[in-house]
């Protein structure tokens, strides 16, 4: 450095770096917040610039040269090998013929920014336009122009700008904003159509502002940028999101998300409607869901949501849900388990579709496979019967014929006479049962109307008088007179019919017959019953057999085992049931179910 | 010499009434005993085993009756004094002619005979010839 008493204009003490170079670079002044600027040890070293910026300090020789103000933005390699840019201010000292002072400033933080600021412009696609009302001018970036697809010397007018956008409503809602601005000043951010030069359909997003001189609009300028791909993806996105929720309403299926790690549940519209509840007392978490679930099938559904957490199993599952009415209904469950890289379960998504109807339909439909399975049984077992009886009356008349062809005494063949007689009796009785049985298979459902109780056990009893009279039995009814049921008329007589005689077939002897019929009118059936306090039957050994054809529980003279076999199919028929509870020694009580 | 027996068990009045005259001409001086289900025969037999009385050497029992049937007997006879399944010739008599009644039959190695009604003479000639 050249001693600095030869300059009037001593820096040393200001906080700014600068130092002052004659025009052949050679340093003559500097401040002492130079060396600290430019990582020197202790003091300045530095001779000429050459010594701080190498070669391009003969770019700054040639700028000296012609003794004007310049600025320059410079890059050096910082000590830790860093990239560092730096801006040289050159003034002229105007009483110092041919000296420059230079100020320097770090702008590498704001370099890096611009520079970042460019690369994300080119990679989002961004260009800039402006428009100069006043010289009627426009300018359009590079990438206005890359997204155009003109050359880069293309050169734009306000008119052709617009020609760009798509005809139709692109360029009528183009045409309205840049008019609003003009006249307003009103910004616009806008997403159209333009047809670039090479005939392609872009999607782009257009942003202008308003330049305004005493309210008038000079100008505007704003940003153009290219988002076809994204707008594309965001419209199929949309397109499948609408086919998808036209698909999931008309499915009536209720979408769920599940926050395992923060236990928190999100249900869309139809979930609550598919449960019941009110959105306001949902709380989003886990618990609220469990809270919902029939308290039958509570256990099951957590335990299938903890197994598909756990990986074990995939969730598909069925529960019961009680909605806010009490109500209950059947819902379908499906759930799909998200893991973390380390395969912990952090989410579920599922769906939830209520399946009562189908559920319903399929226990009806079990319930009538279950009546057609025994009613099968009960005929297989009808038809070996039968066949038994017709067989046993029929050998005995072959029997007896035969034996009347033998050499007997006159009043052994009278016997043998009179016995083919009942046997041909007992046949006809059994053709006529036959004949019962195969109507009531064949009963038609229309037959079912409504048929008042209470009238019809009167008419019922009205025929029994004379044995009920001979056993003198004491029969308490607790029945309604308005009281209806469900029923065919004459198979609920029958019923009736075939239940008292049975009463008063098995009482004992030992004490007096008392009968009492009730009846009880339940949510979806009545159930009418009849109590007495005769022999009993041994359920235990005969429950199965009960209902069974000519099966009999006692050694009585009129027991034909035919009874409870009708009245069975008769309930049956009539989309009833009958159940019985018996104890030996105390009476038996026969349950009969008709659904309301 | 002790009058041989044979038990009839068959809950019809009228077969059991037309098989005893039937019986008594191919068993003449064979004393016939009615009994209407297989609970009374089996009491009755179980008496007899006890008390030393005389079994039956003839059986003929029926399948369908009331209280306890055919089958149910011959299940309750397994686990009852062996006497009563060495003296007793037990020939089944039925109106079924269903298979499985009859395989059933050959089940029970205490079973003589399968007869199915009608009953007729030859049937009991057969069954006396195998009674010899």
Known sequence: ?596 | MEEKKVFLVDDDLIFRTAATVLIKQIFPGYQISHFENGLEVYEKLIDLSENQGQLPDLMFLDINMPVMNGWELLEELKSAPAIIRDQVQVHILTSSIAPEDMNLSKTYNFIDGYVTKPLTQQDLHRVAEYAQ
């Open chain 1, 1 to 596: 450095m050249k001693t600095k008493t030869s300059s009037k204009y001593s820096l040393k003490q200001s906080a700014i770096p600068t130092l002052v170079v004659d025009k052949d670079i050679q340093i003559w002044e500097c401040s002492d917040a130079l060396s600290h600027f430019f990582e020197q040890p202790t003091e300045f070293t530095f001779n000429d610039l050459c010594d701080i910026f190498g070669e391009v300090s003969i770019e700054f020789k040639h700028k000296l040269g012609k003794k004007k103000y310049f600025t320059e933005t410079v890059q050096l390699i910082s000590k830790t090998g860093q990239e560092r840019w730096i801006k040289v201010n050159a003034y002229p000292i105007f009483d110092k013929e041919g000296f420059f002072q230079l100020s320097f400033d770090d702008v590498t933080e704001e370099r890096i920014q611009y520079s970042l600021g460019q690369k994300a412009k080119e990679l989002a696609k961004v260009g800039s336009w402006s428009v100069d009302l006043i010289n009627n001018t426009i300018f359009w970036s590079d990438m206005t122009k890359k997204i155009h697809g003109v050359p880069l010397d293309f050169v734009p007018d306000l008119e052709k700008g617009i020609d760009f956008y798509k005809e139709g409503d692109d360029r009528a809602r183009i045409i309205e904003a840049v008019s609003e601005c003009i006249e307003s000043g009103k910004s616009f951010d806008v997403e159209l159509i333009i047809i670039t030069a090479t005939g392609k359909e872009k999607w782009i997003r257009s942003i202008g502002a308003a330049e305004r001189v005493n309210g008038k609009t000079v100008g505007f300028k704003g940003v153009f940028q290219d988002i076809d791909e994204k707008k594309r993806s965001r419209l199929e996105y949309e397109t499948i999101s609408n086919r998808l929720r036209v698909g999931i309403e008309s499915a009536n299926v209720g979408v769920w998300d599940y926050d395992i790690v923060n236990n928190e549940l999100f249900w869309d519209d139809k979930m609550y409607d598919l449960y019941g509840v009110d959105k306001n007392d949902f709380n989003g978490v886990y618990e609220a869901w469990e809270r919902s679930v029939h308290p039958d099938d509570k256990e099951l559904a957590a335990t299938e949501v903890e197994l598909a957490i756990q990986g074990k199993k995939e969730f598909n599952t069925e529960f019961r849900v009680i909605k806010n009415d009490g109500s209950i209904e059947y819902i379908h469950a499906e759930a799909k388990v998200f893991n973390d890289k380390n395969g912990v379960a952090y989410r579920l998504i599922g769906a939830n579709t209520n399946v009562t109807r189908m559920k319903r339909k399929d226990e009806r439909l079990r319930q009538l496979l279950n009546i057609t399975e025994k009613q099968n049984q009960r005929l297989l077992e009808f038809t070996k019967i039968v066949s038994h009886n017709l067989r046993s009356n029929s050998s005995n008349i072959s029997m007896l014929s035969g034996m009347l062809n033998q050499d007997l005494p006159i009043e052994d063949q009278k016997k043998f006479i009179q016995m083919i007689q009942t046997s041909s009796e007992q046949l006809d009785e059994i053709i006529v049962q036959l004949n019962e049985i195969a109507k009531i298979q064949a009963t038609d459902k229309s037959e079912i109307i409504e048929i008042p109780i209470r009238a019809t056990i009167n008419k019922v009893l009205e025929s029994l008088n004379g044995l009920i009279l001979e056993s003198d039995a004491k029969i308490k009814i607790a029945i309604d007179e308005k009281l209806r049921v469900k029923g065919i008329k004459p198979y609920l007589t029958s019923v009736f019919i075939n239940l008292l005689t049975n009463s008063l077939k098995y009482r004992d002897l030992d004490k007096r017959l008392e009968l009492e019929i009730n009846s009880k009118v339940l949510k979806n059936q009545t159930v009418i019953s009849f109590k007495d306090n005769g022999i009993g039957i041994d359920l235990k050994k005969h429950r199965s057999k009960l209902f069974g054809m000519y099966k009999t529980f006692h050694n009585h003279k009129d027991s034909k085992g035919i009874g409870l076999f009708i009245t069975k199919n008769h309930m049956e028929a009539m989309d009833g049931k009958i159940e019985a509870e018996s104890t030996v020694g105390k009476g038996t009580t026969f349950n009969l179910y008709f659904k309301n």
